[in-house]
Each structure stands twice: as C-alpha cells, then as structure tokens.
C-alpha cells in the first residue's frame, strides 16, 4: 500500500490506518449559547472499528467533521482543545480521513462516474497516472457494474452511495468515517453498502467509525461502542457491554437497538378478530388499469388494478426505480396518468379535481417533508386547510406545543415528518398516500408514526404508503402489493393481477432508460471534440463584432456564411434547426418590435397610438430579424450542449480561471437534474396541499422561495462533502481529463471571427454600416 | 469554501426560476412588448435577482457577479435564443449590482443597499439591451424600457431579493451565513440538531 504520496511523508502509520484523538474537545459553532460538544477526549486506535451512537442532536455528526478536519474556522464557531490524526492536527491531515455522509445526492461531485472518483486525488494533487492506477478496478470493489461515462443523476440511492463510498476510498485514506450511510437507503441498498465498506476496511486495514440509528446493521462488524449525551460521552467500551448497560436508555431516546422493538400501533379496531375489513360500501379509492409515467418520460408501470376500502391499508412494495413513487403520485391524482381509470368513493376523479377540492380528499406525505411545507410557522402550517381549525390540541398531541412559532424548516427530522402526516391529515381526507415515510426515522418517531396512520385507518380511512419496511406493513396490517420488474423478454404481455391475496404481484413494465452517452455516431462530430473555450469563443467573438452595426447587409452576409459553414462541425441539420428553434421564434419577434416601435423614417405606413410603421422602421426590423439570427444561430449550435465537466476544465485549464469557483459552479450545475426534480415535488406537493389552483406565475414566488431553502441545504451539504475530498487544499490540483488547446480550435475561432469581419467589410464597401451607437445615442 | 459551493448551488437555483419564469411569463411578456412600447422592462428585473440575492446572502465581495453568471449559464445551457450571450448579460448585470455592493464597501446589505444594487444592475441591464437588441427601437421605446427596467430591477431584484433573504433566515437556512445570524447570538439555542439532515449546517 506505498504509493508515491506515502512515499513522500514523513510519518508513517503502521499498515496505514490511521489513529485518531479528541483532547478536551470543546465546540460551539457561531450563534449558538450551548456548545455542541463539550469535555471529549477520545482516543481511536489505527484499525479500530467503533459505532457512535446518541439521540438527535448528540452532537455525532459535528464529531465526526472534527476528525475529518471540516468544523472550520473561527468564522464557523470556537474550538477548545486538538484534532488530532497520527500526530498532526487533522485540518492538516487531509487525505488521511474520509468521511461519507448520509445524503448520497450530496456525496457526488461530477457528472461522470469516472471524473467523480478522480475528483478528490486530483484535490489532492495525486499525479494522473497514479491516479489511474488507484481507480482501476475502483468501481467493480465496491460492487457497481457500470462504466465510467454512466450518468451519476442516473443511478439509484444504494449505487450513489457506493459510488461515493469508491470516492472517498481513491483518497487512499487510513480512517473511514461514515454519517448514518444507510439512512436513505432500502433494505437491498443497505446491504450493498454495508458489504462494500467492510470489503474496503478489511482489505486496507482501516480504522472505521460509524454512526447510525440501526445498531444491527453494524452490530456483526464493530468492536466497540461510544455513546455521546448532549455534546458528552456517556459510555465508551466493548460493543456488547455498552449495549447491555446503555441499551434501554438508548432506545428509550429514539435508537434502534437490538431487542428493543418499536411501539406497534393497537391492531385495526374493526377487525372484529377475523383480520378482514369491512366490503360493504363503495371502495374509497379505485384503480382500474392505471397505467403511470413520471413526468415526460415513458411509463413505468402498467395495468395497476387496485380497491381501497375503508379501513384499508395498502402497501406498494419492490426494489428502487421500479415506479412505486411515480405510481403513487398518480393514484393522488398529482401525476397526470397514461392510462387507465381512477375512482374516488363519489365517483369523482382525483386527478381532474381543483387543488383545493383534491386537498380535502386525498392526503400525501412527500418522501422529504420540505416539499410539502407551505407556510412560515408550525402553528400555520396546521392550521392551514385544518377541517376544525385551532390546532393547539394538535400541536400538543404532536409534542410541538413549545415550537408552534417556529419556521417548520427549524424542526428536527423528525418533528418535520410528523407534523409531515398531520398536516395531511389535517382536512380528515378519505385516502392518505403516504411516500417512504419511516426512512430515517428513530425508533421513537417511527413508533409515532406508525401511531398517525392507524389513527386514520381506525376512523374508517384508507391509507396506501411506499415503502421498505416490512416492519411498518406488519405493524399496520397492510396489504401488500408488489411491484416487479417485467422479465425484458415479454415486457408488453399484461400481467394478471391478484387483488385480493396478499401480498399480489403485480408486473411493472421496465422500460430501460436510453443511455445517456450512448455511442451514436461512428466518428466523434467536430463540435464535440472542440475545446469548449473555443466554442464559446467562437459564437461569442464574432457577436461583438456583429451588434455593432444594425444593416440588413452585414446581417444577411453573415447568416449566409454561417448557414453554409455550420455543417462542417458534424452535426446534422435536424439536430441544428432543433437545437436553434428559440432563436427562430425569438428573431420575428424583436423584429415586430422595432417594426412598431422602431426609429422612425421615410413614409408613415400606420400609426395607432404608439405604434409608428414607417419606412425607416420596417428596414430597421428586417435588419434586426438578420441579425438576431446571425448573432444567435451559431452561438446558440456551438454551445447548446456543452458538456458541464469539459467546460469546466477547459475554464480551469485553458483560461486559467481560479479552479475553486469553477469547480464550484460545475458542482453546482449537476444540481440542476436534483433542484429540477424538487421543483416538480414542490409544484404537487402544493397542488397536494390546495395551494395549486390559480396562476402558476402568483405561485412562483413562494415556490421559488422553497426552492432557494432546499439549494441552501443541498449546497451546505455538498460543500462538505467537496472539503472531505479534499477540495481547497492548498497543493496544486492535478487534472486527470486535460483540456487541449489545439490547431482546429484556433482555426474555428479564426473562421468565425472572419465570417464577421467580412460580413462587415461588406456593408462598410455598399455604404451601409449603420453604427448602433450613433443610431443609439445620437438620438433618432 | 462553503460559500463559493452554496453561491454555486443558489445560482443554479436561482437559474431553474429563471426556467420556469421564461415558461409561464412568456404570454405576458409577448402582449406587453407587441402592445406597449419599452414596458417589458417592467418584468425584465426577474433577470437580475441572481446578482443581488448570492450577494446578500454570502455578503462576499464578487459574489454578485459570480451569483448572476452561474445563473445565466444554467439559462444558457438549458437552451435560450441568446445562447452564449446570455453569458454576457449575466455578467454585465453581475457588474452592475457588484459596482453598488462595492460603493457601500460591502458593509451594508439593508433594503436600501438591496435596492440600489438591483437597480444598478437595471441600469446594466437598459445600457446593453438598449444597444445590442433593441439598437433600432425609438426614443420612446429606449425612454420607457430606462424606467422600467431601472425600476424593476430595483423592485424585482432588490426589494423582493432583500424579502427572500430575510424570509430564508427564518427557516435556519442561513444560520451558518452572516445574514442568518443578525438577530443576535443565541437565537438558535433551542434549535435541535436536525436527526435526518447530513448537518453540516447545523453544526457549523
């Protein structure tokens, strides 16, 4: 395990693993009174393998980016007391550590797999060929059979993980360190990850330490235990004898620990003894041969048949990205379906009720509660839609009488899931829909929880939740349905469904993505293999050189060339009309502009109140039909699809911007798939909660809002996971994908300033050069 | 660091309402330009929110620039008319909102400071379009579209930036930044540490 950065230091730890030390740790961040840890001292041998456990807000978390050398600066909070990795401060010990979060969105930089593993060695300044030799191999020891160029947005929560798990590891570090990894994951997910972090710790000797609310999943691998209280160690000792002295107090504040089970709801309070609910009445909910797609996209589930009848609880089950999420956003009527009908008990439609009307019918839970909050306190938000209004019972039968003034945002994870389902439940509809609600719950909360729902169910309304947890169904007496992937080999053979038996089966057609860097051509177009600085040089040079005349002449000679150079970068005319089509809209209408309210000359065609057609109006909006065109066409075909990373390397690399802002920003635009997607959540999640009816534009603001406060969080969380690997060391950032400057490059750009120049030489030679300045500030 | 990688993530955010403003604006905008002369001004202050609201929530010198840039680009790459230009406005607006931070020495960032910065960017803004778009349009045009690109971007981009900031504030959003603190130390003491949130914020 030497490697050349190894080599190069001079202490070394024995078999690589690192040893890591709290001495009289003392942390309290900026604008907060009580410190979040207090008196820890903490001693980790190399090899060790440790579990921290500790109710919410224990302070784990802000323990585990002391080891990782991430609390930060005197700007972020004061420190009293050493981090200490081997034998120095573990700010200066990047590399060593390597810390995984929960989040797996957050745990990805880049767009590629391939660049994301490359991404914290090159932080670290790892020459290219090492670090390709640490990589081979990285993606098949963590278990994930895909290649290099797979979309990271594309791959499921458990390969996000692992994924990130494989990034952390290319670090080459002698701690791992992991915030509740499997706390967003399904049970298959949780296995994979588990699997692949022992793999790693064993097969490099690492020191490990976890954190996590399910001590089982851990239990098998760990040797010892340290339990923190409000910010202080409470126990530190061998795994089995800290769980047998602390396990009741443990479990009594929310974590999971073996032998101690949730509080299971009373059994279904209609069930007469028999387990079978009542038939008598319409179903409240029916589904006949739904078929559902998610937004813009092919369907993913077909021929969905489904009864819900009061009392009833219904649980959709099956591995991730079959559909379960996107089938039960439609039967809530908040996904328009492909196919198929949709019955409330009255007969009526959910998904073509008013959001008002549909609120009071049906209520979701959204898999993160921060889709669905819509008002500025908790009070608020309760009372919002309530059927009987004052929520001050609600709020104390929730345990948040003391927090009704406080933004919903503020509440713990927790406290948002609760007051999640309440404020579904607030308008007593008939159905609750409920998505993934137990994940990442605590033991106390999960029991709550469970506790809402059969409330419900007991007072004769009907539930349908997604979810993993086998624990959950038993608890509530759902029905199962499961969804299955079709076998590819008959994927459009109707699958007969079982409706009654549980569990049923019922077959979900996969429909397989389409790759997203499939090989499409045989020879790589021109266009993609420019640097992207000389791509956006060449739609952006020429422009400047354009606007500085407005005459049809130079305008038309341009587009001319243009039309007739622009094949010769590869790319087919199809694609070039369709990539350019809002230049085309937009060209005719900056012209009717000018042709009504431009300068006006020569002979008045019509006048109509401000409108003046003149002579000089007309030949000025031609002019500017041109030459949006020849301005936007080529800028618009050059740059339209750019990729993120290239042009990031290319900014970094050929214009020599500072890497860390548009590393930043290239981190940032993989969020666009992420925001894109809470933006969508957050639209249904207000037409969920009545507040989708009327103008979508009166609703933006408020929506962008929302929008602004889960960015924060998303980009709090991955700057931290940028800084645990490594990004903003101060060594010199190595590239692993060079970004060439080459002679095609200089030849595009010089050919593109050329068809400027001599579209302008033209007009200056026929007298028609018509300077937008003079015309501009001269006055007409 | 943390503030370049949440500037990043705000501009992009900020970009996505951009998206979805051109989407469902666009009938409105089109009546107003056919139907009144220079009056779309009045909503282009939209275009200018990145600059103002990744500066008063980092409160860092270029953080106007760098916030309207990032926005622009996620215009841009999801494919507008303007292209690689947009690249271009977004950073003469940045300008145009970072020059007003600057006058104020980047010491103040009250409604006053909001609004000014956004109309400096309007003023940005109306210089450009002026002479690169609308370089044929009349001089009652170019007066109309002056005043109402100036007064909405003061409107639009300061006054409702500087209502998002503080709004934001209170969700604990911005604890860990400066504009989330104002009301004082200690405000946040009852504040759990989030069980289901990765926290970095929380804890820093």
Redesign the interface.
């Known amino acids: 395990m030497t490697d050349a950065r190894d080599a190069g230091r001079t202490t070394l730890t024995t078999g690589g693993a690192a040893a890591l030390a709290a001495h009289s740790i003392s942390w309290r961040?900026?604008?907060?009174?009580?410190p979040?840890l207090a008196d820890i001292d903490i001693a980790i041998t190399p090899g060790e393998r440790v579990l921290v456990l500790g109710a919410?807000?224990?302070?784990k978390?802000?323990l585990l980016?002391g080891f990782a050398g991430?609390?930060?600066d005197e700007d972020?909070?004061e420190l009293v007391g050493r981090f200490v990795v081997d034998d120095r401060d573990a700010p200066d010990a990047r590399g060593r550590v390597a810390l995984l979060?929960?989040?797996p969105e957050?745990g990805l930089v880049l767009e590629r797999a391939g660049d994301d593993l490359a991404f914290g060695p090159e932080n670290l300044g790892v020459p290219v060929a090492d670090i390709e030799q640490r990589l081979d191999g990285a993606l098949g020891r963590v278990g994930l059979a895909i290649a290099p160029e797979h979309a990271t947005t594309q791959l499921s929560g458990g390969q996000q993980q692992r994924l990130a798990l494989a990034g952390v590891l290319a670090l080459e570090p002698g701690a791992l360190l992991l915030?509740?990894p499997t706390?967003q994951l399904d049970p298959a997910g949780v296995g994979d990850i588990v699997t692949a972090v022992i793999a790693a710790v064993e097969r490099r000797q690492l020191t490990l330490v976890v954190i996590e609310?399910r001590v089982d999943v851990w239990l098998p691998h760990i040797e010892r235990v340290i339990v923190l209280d409000r910010g202080r160690v409470i126990a530190d000792g061998p795994a089995h004898g800290v769980l047998a002295q602390e396990g009741a107090a443990l479990a009594a504040r929310?974590v999971w620990v073996p032998g101690f089970p949730p509080a299971w709801p009373a059994p279904r309070a209609a069930d007469g003894g028999h387990g079978e609910p009542r038939r008598a009445s319409a179903p409240l909910l029916s589904a006949r041969g739904v078929a559902a797609a998610p937004a813009g996209a092919e369907p993913v589930v077909r021929d969905i048949d489904l009864e819900l009848h009061a009392g009833d609880v219904v649980a959709l089950t099956g591995p991730n990205g079959v559909g379960k999420s996107t089938l039960a956003l439609t039967l809530a009527g908040l996904v328009p379906r492909v196919d198929g009908e949709l019955r409330l008990a009255d007969g009526a439609d959910p998904a073509a009720l008013s959001s008002l009307e549909l609120s009071r019918r049906i209520g979701v839970v959204f898999q993160n509660p921060e889709h669905q909050f819509v008002a500025?306190t908790v009070r608020d938000e309760l009372a919002h839609g309530a059927a009987d209004g004052v929520p001050d019972a609600l709020l104390e039968r929730l345990g948040l009488t003391?927090?009704g003034g406080?933004?919903?945002?503020?509440?713990?994870?927790?406290?948002?899931?609760r007051l999640s389902v309440a404020t579904a439940l607030a308008a007593a509809p008939e159905v609750l829909i409920l998505d993934e609600p137990s994940f990442?719950q605590?033991r106390t909360?999960w029991g709550e929880l469970a506790a809402l729902i059969a409330e419900h169910r007991d007072r004769g309304g009907a539930a349908i939740i997604v979810t993993h947890d086998r624990e959950l169904i038993r608890a509530l007496g759902a029905r199962e349905v499961a969804l299955t992937t079709a076998p590819s080999a008959a994927p459009a053979a109707p699958t007969p469904t079982a409706l009654h038996h549980p569990p049923a089966a019922v077959a979900a057609a996969a429909v397989p993505s389409p790759r997203p860097h499939a090989p499409a051509a045989r020879r790589t177009p021109l266009l993609d293999r420019l640097n992207p600085v000389a791509a956006?040089a060449a739609?952006?040079l020429p422009?400047l050189i354009l606007?500085a005349t407005?005459d049809i002449v130079s305008a038309a000679v341009a587009l001319a060339l243009q039309l007739a150079l622009l094949p010769a970068l590869g790319v087919d005319a199809r694609t070039l009309i369709r990539?350019t089509a809002?230049?085309w809209?937009?060209?005719p209408?900056?012209g009717?502009?000018?042709l009504?309210?431009?300068?006006?000359s020569g002979r008045v065609y019509a006048e109509w109140l401000?409108v003046?057609i003149s002579d000089g109006?007309i030949e000025?909006?031609i002019?500017?039909v041109l030459r949006?065109l020849a301005?936007?066409i080529p800028?618009?075909a050059?740059?339209?699809r750019?990729d993120?990373t290239r042009f990031g390397d290319a900014l970094a690399q050929t214009l020599r911007l500072p890497a860390?802002?548009v590393l930043?920003?290239v981190?940032?635009?993989r969020?666009?798939t992420l925001?894109?997607h809470d933006?969508r959540m957050l639209e249904r999640a207000r037409r969920a909660r009545g507040l989708g009816d009327g103008s979508?534009?009166r609703r933006?603001?408020r929506?962008?809002?929302a929008?602004?406060?889960?960015?924060?969080?998303?980009?709090?969380?991955?700057?931290?996971a940028?800084?645990a690997r490594g990004?903003?060391a101060p060594v010199r950032r190595t590239w692993t994908r060079p970004a060439h400057w080459r002679g095609i490059d200089t030849a595009v750009v010089v050919v593109a300033i050329a068809v400027a120049v001599v579209a302008t030489i033209a007009a200056v030679l026929t007298g028609q050069w018509n300077s937008?300045?003079a015309?501009?500030w001269s006055?007409? | 660091?943390?503030d370049?990688?949440?500037?990043?993530?705000?501009?992009?955010?900020v970009?996505?309402?951009f998206f979805?403003?051109n989407l469902?604006?666009s009938p409105?905008r089109?009546l107003l330009?056919?139907l009144?002369?220079?009056v779309q001004g009045s909503v282009h202050g939209v275009w200018l929110i990145g600059g103002v609201?990744t500066a008063l929530?980092v409160r860092k010198p270029g953080a106007a620039i760098?916030g309207e840039m990032?926005a622009a680009?996620?215009s841009?790459?999801f494919?507008?008319?303007?292209?690689?230009?947009t690249?271009?406005s977004g950073a003469i607006q940045g300008l145009g909102a970072e020059l007003i931070f600057a006058l104020f020495l980047y010491a103040s960032w009250g409604v006053g400071a909001a609004m000014a910065a956004g109309a400096g960017a309007g003023v940005a803004m109306v210089v450009l379009d002026?002479?690169?778009?609308?370089?044929?349009?009349?001089?009652?045009?170019?007066t109309v579209y002056a005043i109402s690109g100036i007064a909405s971007g003061a409107i639009i981009a300061g006054l409702?930036s500087w209502l998002?900031v503080r709004?934001?504030a209170?969700?604990?959003?911005?604890?860990?930044f400066a504009a989330?603190?104002e009301r004082g130390?200690?405000?946040?003491?009852?504040?759990?540490?989030?069980?289901?949130?990765?926290?970095?914020?929380?804890?820093?």
């Open positions: 961040p900026r604008g907060r009174r009580a979040v919410s807000g224990s302070g978390s802000t980016q991430l609390l930060g972020d909070g979060l929960q989040d957050a915030d509740e706390a609310h929310g500025a003391r927090r406080t933004s919903p945002y503020r509440l713990s994870g927790g406290e948002k899931r990442g605590d909360t956006l739609g952006l422009a606007v407005i990539r809002p230049v809209i937009a060209a209408l900056s009717l502009t000018i009504l309210y431009g300068q006006e401000f003046r109006s000025l909006a002019a500017t949006v301005i936007g800028a618009v050059l740059f339209a750019v993120v860390r802002f930043g920003a981190a940032a635009l969020m666009v925001l894109g933006m979508r534009l933006l603001p929506l962008a809002l929008l602004f406060v889960l960015a924060i969080r998303r980009g709090s969380s991955l700057a931290i940028m800084e990004f903003g937008i300045l015309l501009r006055g007409a | 660091m943390v370049i990688v949440v500037a990043s993530v705000v501009g992009v955010a970009g996505l309402v979805a403003w469902t604006s409105v089109d330009e056919v009144l002369p220079g609201i929530i760098y990032v680009t996620v841009a790459l494919g507008n008319e303007w292209g690689p230009l690249l271009l002026l002479t690169l778009w609308y370089a044929g349009a009349g001089a009652l045009f170019a409702f998002a709004a934001l209170k969700t604990g959003a911005l604890d860990r989330g603190r130390d200690g405000a946040y003491d009852d504040e759990p540490e989030s069980a289901n949130a990765p926290d970095g914020a929380a804890a820093r």
